[in-house]
């Protein structure tokens, strides 16, 4: 078990430009999450993918964001046209499915931080 | 009205003392619940976990659920200083979807020496 590994862990962009994040999963983890946490604030549910199949959005989120997980390893998250909004830490996590009545503990990454400047 | 509600503190409590937690949440098909602790400048990381309801004591800590009262605590013992820190509590999606977890914003743990 190496641990949840996101990439980079500082990013500062202009307002504008894109940007993309990495994150590797544990390996036996079938299920992976992004969130998105500001200063003061719990955890933001951005997405959540089981395998490759990307389950479920958050409705807030825009539509200048998007996740991929194409083989089920590891996903990246893009951000088109960052806003100053978008400053935040961002997190990755992952987790084995239990099964349809209990969600499992989630092992956190180390996270991006994002500034939009 | 946030889905996981905590106080924010901060909770100040002397060495050695209990420190007591609370978290309620509205969803009432949540039946997974999580405390996290979350150290400034790291990422969360798991304290317990608990699906039934009544009393779950790994060391120190102990969680308990009360799904009735939709509410959640951690109590923990013999608090030291190194457990200063933002806990948070979470939720699980309702049983019939089991997929994110939403978090509270957190309560900031301060243990005085």
């Known amino acids: 078990d190496t641990g949840v590994s996101q990439n980079p862990r500082h990013k500062i962009t202009k307002r504008g430009q894109n940007v993309t994040f990495r994150c590797d999963p544990i390996s036996e983890h079938n299920r992976l999450y992004w969130y998105r946490q500001t200063l003061g604030q719990g955890p933001e549910f951005l997405t959540y993918?089981?395998?490759?199949?990307?389950?479920?959005k958050s409705r807030l989120l825009s539509d200048r964001f998007s996740a991929e997980r194409p083989k089920g390893s590891f996903s990246t998250l893009e951000i088109q046209r960052t806003e100053q909004g978008d400053s935040a830490m961002y997190l990755c996590?992952?987790?084995?499915?239990?099964?349809?009545?209990?969600?499992?503990?989630?092992?956190f990454g180390n996270g991006t931080r994002l500034t939009v400047t | 009205q946030k889905e996981v509600e905590q106080n924010s503190g901060p909770l100040s409590v002397p060495e050695g003392a209990i420190a007591s937690l609370n978290c309620t949440y509205s969803?009432?098909?949540?039946?997974?619940f999580f405390w996290y602790r979350q150290y400034s400048g790291k990422s969360p990381e798991l304290i317990m976990f608990i699906y039934s309801n009544g009393d779950k004591e790994d060391g120190r800590f102990t969680a308990q659920l009360n799904k009735a009262s939709q509410y959640v605590s951690l109590l923990i013992r013999d608090s030291q200083p190194s457990d200063s820190a933002t806990y948070l509590c979470a939720a699980g999606d309702d049983n019939t979807n089991a997929g994110k977890s939403t978090f509270g914003d957190g309560t900031t743990l301060t243990v005085k020496p």
């Open positions: 996590a992952s987790s084995r499915n239990q099964g349809a009545l209990y969600n499992s503990p989630l092992h």
């Open positions: 993918f089981q395998n490759e199949a990307q389950l479920e």
């Open positions: 969803d009432r098909g949540s039946q997974s």
